[in-house]
């Protein structure tokens, strides 16, 4: 995890990457947890049996906003700054799911910062550039530009 010690630091470090989170489990208890918190029980991510039958990763697959739903925790992984006492999520500018995230696969991401706005009063708007990755595939699971806000 990098550390940075105030917000005035980390604008030195636009255009840079902040670093690749340790891999991670998706597992099939997230999957399903999942989906019960947003209501989505399409066959393909919740039945095994019809994943091994019908689907061509023969197993089930993460939905793909599970993948970009890791985001939080994997920001908070890869780097604190100091002196922010609060960030919530923004937004976003783009996503892709690029590539299905068969259950038990081992994901991580990678960021970097892009771009940095001043926002009222003592934070700043960050827009880091995320690519989710699958171990063992080149091909990423999800790229997205996400933007946070930090307050001081």
Wanted: glycine share 6%; hydrophobic share 45%.
């Amino acid at each position: 995890m990098k550390t940075f010690p105030n917000l005035a630091f980390l604008k030195t470090q636009v255009g840079q990457e902040i670093g690749i989170t340790p891999y991670m489990t998706v597992t099939q208890e997230m999957i399903n947890d999942f989906a019960k918190a947003t209501q989505d029980f399409q066959w393909i991510h919740v039945d095994v049996e019809m994943a091994k039958k019908y689907s061509p990763f023969k197993t089930p697959v993460a939905h793909g906003f599970l993948t970009l739903a890791l985001a939080p925790k994997f920001m908070s992984d890869l780097f604190k700054v100091e002196t922010v006492k609060m960030g919530v999520n923004y937004g976003a500018n783009k996503i892709r799911f690029t590539s299905a995230v068969p259950s038990g696969s081992q994901i991580r991401m990678r960021a970097s910062l892009m771009e940095i706005e001043e926002a009222k009063p003592s934070g700043l708007r960050i827009t880091m550039n995320c690519i989710f990755e699958i171990e063992g595939q080149e091909k990423p699971a999800c790229v997205a530009e996400l933007i946070s806000m930090l307050y001081e």
